[in-house]
T-cell receptor, first 116, second 112 residues
Framework: NAGVMQNPRHLVRRRGQEARLRCSPM?????VYWYRQLPEEGLKFMVY????????ESGMPKERFSAEFPKEGPSILRIQQVVRGDSAAYFC??????????????FGAGSRLTVL | KQEVTQIPAALSVPEGENLVLNCSFT??????LQWFRQDPGKGLTSLLL?????REQTSGRLNASLDKSSGRSTLYIAASQPGDSATYLC???????????FGTGTRLQVTL
């Protein structure tokens, strides 16, 4: 079991470019979560998706950020027109069902975005 | 709004010492609490999960306790080793089926 796979692991973009981060959940997991960790801060929830549906995007910035989890393929977090403040580690996690009770999130190794 | 605080922010101990990391949360209506380990530049590794109905969980040299009524959890590490050096994160699940609320972590260094 390969676990939660994120790529790229490191991404460098110039201001104004687009960043696309990909996440393949664990086999058998149909729920995906994205978290962001800004320098010297804790992880903050961004968005929760199931296949083809956004369930909770309450943590997503209102502009420039979007996420999808298509029927086929990985989940993608897209950041348009990146700014320096977007520099952070973006973590993806997955679970077989929505987290509650005994369900545990499995995290990927993260994608580190640097905006020049 | 749930807030999670971890004290201390950083801790340095000599090898072999027993230590306690603290986590407090403001809303006691939680489903579970989870302790993670994060190594520099790496992802998160789940260490222990405590359900709201449980008081503690143990795994090897690690023991996590939960006092839901007072909004506190502790992670006890016995006989610390240099390999335990990492950042330890506490996260609570308030049962919304969508998100964990994380503390900012305790950075632990175990010296030889």
């Amino acid at each position: 079991n390969a676990g939660v796979m994120q790529n790229p692991r490191h991404l460098v973009r110039r201001r104004g470019q687009e960043a696309r981060l990909r996440c393949s959940p664990m086999k058998g997991h149909s729920h995906v979560y994205w978290y962001r960790q800004l320098p010297e801060e804790g992880l903050k929830f961004m968005v929760y998706l199931q296949k083809e549906n956004i369930i909770d995007e309450s943590g997503m910035p209102k502009e420039r950020f979007s996420a999808e989890f298509p029927k086929e393929g990985p989940s993608i977090l897209r950041i348009q027109q990146v700014v320096r403040g977007d520099s952070a580690a973006y973590f993806c996690a997955s679970s077989p069902v929505g987290i509650s009770g005994a369900n545990v999130l499995t995290f990927g190794a993260g994608s580190r975005l640097t905006v020049l | 709004k749930q807030e999670v605080t971890q004290i201390p922010a950083a801790l340095s101990v000599p090898e072999g010492e027993n230590l306690v990391l603290n986590c407090s949360f403001t809303d006691s209506a939680i489903y579970n609490l989870q302790w993670f380990r994060q190594d520099p530049g790496k992802g998160l590794t789940s260490l222990l999960l405590i359900q709201s109905s449980q008081r503690e969980q143990t795994s090897g040299r690690l023991n996590a306790s939960l006092d839901k009524s007072s909004g506190r959890s502790t992670l006890y590490i016995a006989a610390s080793q240099p390999g335990d050096s990492a950042t330890y994160l506490c996260a609570v699940n308030t049962g919304t089926a969508s998100k964990l609320t994380f503390g900012t972590g305790t950075r632990l260094q175990v010296t030889l």
